[in-house]
């Protein structure tokens, strides 16, 4: 077996070609190969431009949103009965409505009567609210109740839940679902402002 001792040149060359590459590599590296954006963000020029709703170095903290604007409202469950077991109305389904309120404030009623006369609990009732109703706490805690309308003697309370909007762990759904596994329950239709 012959071995080959490598010149001076030779020697440089194989010694130097690794840092000249590897340095090349550093140089033309992407700023972004390693920056992590969570939650939709995306990196450009190695920071993270994060989406609506979420700050920090990686996107990973939600913002409090300033309000929530209620543009819709549907009741998708209540009771067909009373308490006591009786029709809401001697012949027919109730008529109903919704309100929202904060506290002892009513924020918003759907109707100076009622939306819909003789509702089927089977069914889910949509009530479009224009203009849209903002919510200007979203951390604190609102109530949305549902009535039966009455002509000749007081409302039938139906049902109610009470809410809080907003908090760190729901991602900005598009779409509240209000669901206590009580007798009524409700779908809120939102966006969101920061």
């Known amino acids: 077996m012959k071995i080959k001792c490598l010149n001076l040149r030779d020697w440089l060359l194989v010694v130097a070609l690794p840092l000249v590459i590897a340095s090349c ?3 033309n590296a992407d700023p972004c190969d390693k920056t992590v954006c969570l939650n939709g963000g995306h990196c450009a020029n190695g920071n993270c431009v994060c989406p609506e709703g979420y700050g920090g ?3 990973s903290q939600p913002i409090t949103p300033k309000k929530i604007k209620i543009t819709k409202i549907e009741v998708t469950r209540f009771p067909a009965t009373d308490n006591n077991g009786a029709g809401w109305d001697p012949t027919s389904g109730p008529d109903i409505y919704l309100k929202l309120s904060k506290g002892d404030v009513q924020i918003w009623k759907s109707a100076n009567t009622y939306n819909y006369q003789n509702a089927d609990p089977s069914k889910i009732y949509s009530f479009d609210i224009t203009p849209a109703v903002d919510l ?3 951390q604190d805690q609102y109530t949305i109740t549902l009535y039966d309308y009455d002509d000749f003697d007081a409302d039938d309370f139906m049902g109610g839940i ?3 909007p907003y908090t760190k762990s729901n ?3 598009s ?3 209000l669901d206590a596994g009580g007798t009524v329950a409700f779908k809120l239709y ?3 402002t920061w």
Do not use: G, H, M, N
């Open 136 to 138: 200007t706490d979203p």
């Open 171 to 173: 991602r900005f759904p």
């Open 190 to 192: 939102v966006s969101y």
């Open 175 to 177: 779409v509240l679902a």
């Open 162 to 164: 009470i809410f809080t």
């Open 25 to 27: 590599q550093k140089e």
């Open 57 to 59: 170095a990686d996107c």
